[in-house]
């Protein structure tokens, strides 16, 4: 399903910026609410936070203040007010942002589902309700979902898609494409109390709370400790200010209901809601214009205080991993984007030393309570020799390359273990397949291939986050047509090479492999995919077609009518039907990845060279893949020099909506 028309119900300030989210991005959107005043409002936030977006572009120097001023107007002329449901008979997307009570929220569904379509997927805005309770509601469960924007939603880029019982993984897909679409950094969650974000930040809060009233600190200097530390942006109390007080506590007293004693909530924060104090958008909270409104003690061991906070946020993150809410890369890339911890709860673990962590908490139990108990996962890695970036494994996989015998490259580097070889991606920010990148990769498969004792090459990534993202669309605009023709041919020549050889490759797929990145994968004999992994060719919305293989593989791998629609559409598919469609062999939880792809390493390096060898070529259809491969380059050369694939290119590098002319 696609999204050419999305709502919001509820004009308040957060529904007035998903607003201006969504209308940037190109998409047109209704905003409603039951009185014309608070439409009114909503569209004033929008137009507020889109100008004040495009003066941020005017001051970089991006745009001048008359294309300002004409984007200003494009962006508000997409989203219409209204206080009926007339206009709701042609959306896909509805997202309410009503107030946070389940009846209002499932009495607006209920509305929602008589006034839309059939196909339309129907959002949640909540921070921390079930969604299948407000699925009960409507009649098409499964196109109900959680669509959790963080606060101010014109800033925050990250978005919760949270999946109810009966939500599809259809509707999830398409909600996360929604998501990214809107330029959000989506991450999919269970929907138990607080979801990801919610529930480890107030967990790591809430100590943080307790140590402040048991000890009658001053806030000023928790705060202050806190932020000194890094361990957070700001500290808990300031924070909790510009959230709103009552938010705070709705969520707090959520999560504690829901969890127990292991959450705290502070009786002081309860007292300022109840007198009215909620913070900056009423004036006074824990501050007053910037002040401390109350006194205590500020002698105290900023060191504990710190410690609490992180060991807690660990020990929550821990929980929701093996409650299945969530994946490992969702988790700390949630807390990264949603809530500031850089870096996040797996990634401190990791390079504090797993065995240090499982030490502290085990000392943390005996001074401060079974709430610091050690969780079960943290106890089998480290059991395993998984102590994180020191000895290579750990929630994440970390790059050790070769000291000796290979002169490395700056953006892939090759370690070996035995008859394994990886070959580790190691280009920030996103491992982008420039001309350097693509050298590095030959030099490093020719080295391993000339190698008679390395049998397997896996091919995996330094950054946790993603695998490749594609071709580096900035260099390859810098090449003519035949630098830009070399450059095919090399990254063809040695993909090539390695579907020939008796050396297995393996794509270990950490998480994002778009474009390029999708093609290198499938170039590979084996490709076993996290399950935080995604998989797309996104050429066609730059104007493009793809240029490394991905019409001739693709179909190869699953049909032909499956690699057109990936192809033509450019919408991203998860792990899940990666696996479904055949596009990769397997798929695993995500800190068993690197492990998984080890083992399908050390068994097919044990094969018989010769018969690995006839057995890819025949397998692999050499002839008919190189006159496929051909047709493809002499395609994209063409496509690549027209008109429209200049204005798909410099739209996407801009930000903006590209205008085809079929030139």
């Known amino acids: 399903m696609f999204v050419f028309k999305a709502a919001v119900v509820g004009a308040g300030t957060m529904g007035g910026e998903i607003a201006a989210v969504i209308a940037s991005a190109g998409v047109p959107v209704v905003l409603k609410d039951v009185k014309q005043e608070f439409v009114d409002l909503g569209l004033r936030k929008a137009e507020e936070v889109t100008r004040a977006q495009l003066a941020g572009l005017v001051a970089k120097q991006k745009i001048d203040e008359q294309q300002a001023a004409a984007q200003a107007d494009q962006i508000l002329g997409r989203i219409t007010g209204t206080t009926t449901y007339e206009d709701f008979g042609d959306v896909d997307f509805v997202i309410e942002a009503v107030p946070e009570r389940i009846e209002i929220k499932q009495a607006v569904l209920a509305e929602l589902d008589v006034a839309t379509p059939g196909h339309a997927i129907l959002a949640s805005n909540t921070s921390s309700l079930a969604i299948s309770e407000m699925a009960d509601a409507t009649s098409r469960p499964d196109k109900v979902v959680g669509f959790h924007f963080f606060y101010p939603a014109s800033m925050m880029r990250l978005v919760e898609i949270v999946e109810g019982a009966d939500t599809s993984p259809e509707t999830m897909q398409v909600a996360t494409t929604f998501a990214q679409a809107i330029r959000k950094m989506p991450i999919a969650c269970g929907e138990e109390p607080g979801f990801v974000v919610n529930r480890i930040l107030m967990s790591s809060i809430s100590e943080v709370w307790r140590f402040q009233e048991c000890n009658e600190l001053a806030i000023k200097a928790i705060d202050d400790a806190i932020s000194s530390s890094r361990v957070a942006p700001m500290g808990p109390f300031f924070l909790t200010d510009l959230l709103g007080l009552d938010t705070v506590l709705h969520v707090a007293e959520h999560v504690r ?35 401390p409104r109350t006194e205590g003690a500020t002698e105290f061991d900023a060191e504990e205080l710190t410690q609490r906070f992180v060991l807690k946020a660990f020990v929550e993150a821990c929980l929701v991993l093996e409650e299945g809410m969530a994946t490992v890369r969702d988790i700390d890339l949630g807390m990264m984007a949603g809530a500031g911890l850089i870096p996040p709860p797996f990634a401190r673990a990791d390079q504090t030393g797993l065995d240090e962590v499982l030490a502290q908490l085990d000392t943390a139990v005996v001074e401060w309570g079974e709430r610091y108990e050690a969780p079960a996962i943290l106890r089998r890695l480290v059991a395993q020799g998984r102590l994180g970036a020191k000895s290579g494994q750990g929630f994440f996989a970390y790059a050790q390359p070769d000291a000796q015998g290979f002169e ?28 350097q990148v693509i050298a590095e990769l030959a030099r490093v498969w020719d080295h391993v291939d000339a190698e008679p004792t390395v049998r397997v090459l896996v091919i995996a990534s330094a950054n946790p986050m993603l695998w490749c993202a594609g071709a580096d669309i900035k260099a390859f605009t810098t090449l003519d047509r035949a630098a830009g023709a070399e450059l095919l041919d090399d990254a063809h020549g040695l993909m090539r090479r390695m579907e020939r050889s008796s050396t297995v490759t393996i794509a270990a797929v950490n998480a994002v492999a778009y474009g390029g990145g999708c093609e290198l994968a499938m170039a590979c004999d084996v490709r076993i995919a996290a399950q935080s992994a995604s998989f797309g060719q996104p050429e066609i919305g730059l104007g493009i077609m793809p240029g490394f293989g991905g019409t001739q593989r ?47 390493a050390r068994k097919l390096a044990g094969q018989a060279p010769l018969a690995v060898r006839a057995i890819k070529r025949t397998t692999a259809g050499d002839a008919d893949l190189d006159e496929g491969i051909e047709a493809e380059k002499a395609a994209f050369e063409d496509v690549f020099a027209s008109a429209d694939a200049r204005e798909g290119i410099a739209a996407f590098l801009g930000k903006r909506q590209a205008v085809w002319k079929g030139q």
């Open 554 to 600: 693709l179909p190869r791998l699953v049909g032909t009518a499956r690699a057109l629609e990936l192809n033509l559409t450019g919408d991203p598919i998860s792990a899940a039907e990666a696996y479904e469609i055949g596009l990769v062999n397997r798929v695993v939880p995500d800190h068993e990845l690197f492990d998984a792809a080890l083992a399908w």
């Open 408 to 435: 490395q490259g700056e953006s892939v580097r090759l370690e070996t273990r035995g008859d394994i070889a990886i070959a580790w991606l190691d280009r920030p920010p996103a491992n982008s397949l420039s001309p």
């Open 257 to 291: 209901h829901s969890y127990g004693d292991s959450f705290y909530v502070h009786e002081g924060m309860r007292a300022l809601v109840q007198a009215g104090e909620l913070g900056a958008k009423t004036g006074k909270g824990f501050y007053d214009s910037g002040q």
